[in-house]
């Protein structure tokens, strides 16, 4: 990150050009790779399967450790996964792109003209549904000054069918989210009191 110029967008009120040139970062990233050659690029790691996986890990250590609120949330994330199309769903049947792996905007570098990528350490396989709700579902999107998601999202042409992955994709992410923040440790946290209990706030709102 040190040899390129320019200022990590997470931590940041991004303005509309801002969030513009990220846009463009992102499409650019994904059509980086040509198809025959993405075809035989290996699938990222922690995709869906490994995150569902991992979730009915968690619920039955992780529930009897949290206050009512995020407990709540919890209970309704589980519900709607066990509904959702996504617990039950092979590879999705929408275009292939190049992914990062990594939604964190500490990793998008803003130089005042563009935006420039950096941390490939989980790249892969993927597709846009999927890699847009990394994005807008990472902690780093909204836990100091959140990303204007409607506004970011609205500079991709997404078919139907990535659309309504879309919004699983997010409530998906935002599961994920939940637990890991409830699991932070209260001696030693990576973010500020009350983060877990603002996460199920917004996982409730992805659900509604």
């Given at each position: 990150?040190?040899?390129?110029?320019?200022?990590?967008?997470?931590?940041?009120?991004?303005?509309?050009?801002?969030?513009?040139?990220?846009?463009?970062?992102?499409?650019?990233?994904?059509?980086?790779?040509?198809?025959?050659?993405?075809?035989?690029?290996?699938?990222?790691?922690?995709?869906?399967?490994?995150?569902?996986?991992?979730?009915?890990?968690?619920?039955?250590?992780?529930?009897?450790?949290?206050?009512?609120?995020?407990?709540?949330?919890?209970?309704?994330?589980?519900?709607?996964?066990?509904?959702?199309?996504?617990?039950?769903?092979?590879?999705?049947?929408?275009?292939?792109?190049?992914?990062?792996?990594?939604?964190?905007?500490?990793?998008?570098?803003?130089?005042?003209?563009?935006?420039?990528?950096?941390?490939?350490?989980?790249?892969?396989?993927?597709?846009?549904?999927?890699?847009?709700?990394e994005i807008t579902e990472h902690v780093g999107s909204w836990v100091e000054h959140p990303l204007a998601v409607e506004a970011?999202?609205?500079?991709?042409?997404?078919?139907?069918?990535?659309?309504?992955?879309?919004?699983?994709?997010?409530?998906?992410?935002?599961?994920?989210?939940?637990?890991?923040?409830?699991?932070?440790?209260?001696?030693?946290?990576?973010?500020?009191?009350?983060?877990?209990?603002?996460?199920?706030?917004?996982?409730?709102?992805?659900?509604?």
């Amino acid at each position: 990150m040190s040899r390129l110029v320019g200022m990590p967008l997470r931590g940041r009120s991004l303005e509309g050009g801002q969030i513009k040139a990220l846009a463009a970062a992102v499409t650019r990233m994904h059509e980086a790779v040509p198809p025959e050659v993405l075809a035989e690029v290996p699938l990222r790691p922690g995709r869906q399967d490994e995150l569902i996986a991992h979730l009915h890990s968690w619920f039955p250590k992780a529930r009897p450790r949290v206050n009512h609120e995020v407990g709540r949330a919890m209970d309704r994330g589980m519900d709607w996964l066990a509904q959702s199309p996504l617990e039950s769903a092979g590879r999705p049947e929408v275009p292939n792109v190049f992914g990062p792996g990594d939604g964190n905007l500490a990793n998008y570098l803003w130089d005042g003209d563009q935006v420039q990528v950096v941390d490939f350490e989980d790249s892969g396989l993927s597709d846009r549904a999927f890699e847009l709700a990394e994005i807008t579902e990472h902690v780093g999107s909204w836990v100091e000054h959140p990303l204007a998601v409607e506004a970011f999202l609205a500079h991709f042409d997404l078919t139907r069918t990535e659309s309504v992955r879309l919004v699983d994709c997010r409530r998906l992410l935002a599961l994920v989210w939940l637990f890991l923040l409830a699991s932070d440790d209260a001696d030693n946290p990576r973010n500020p009191p009350g983060t877990a209990e603002r996460q199920a706030s917004r996982l409730l709102d992805l659900l509604a």
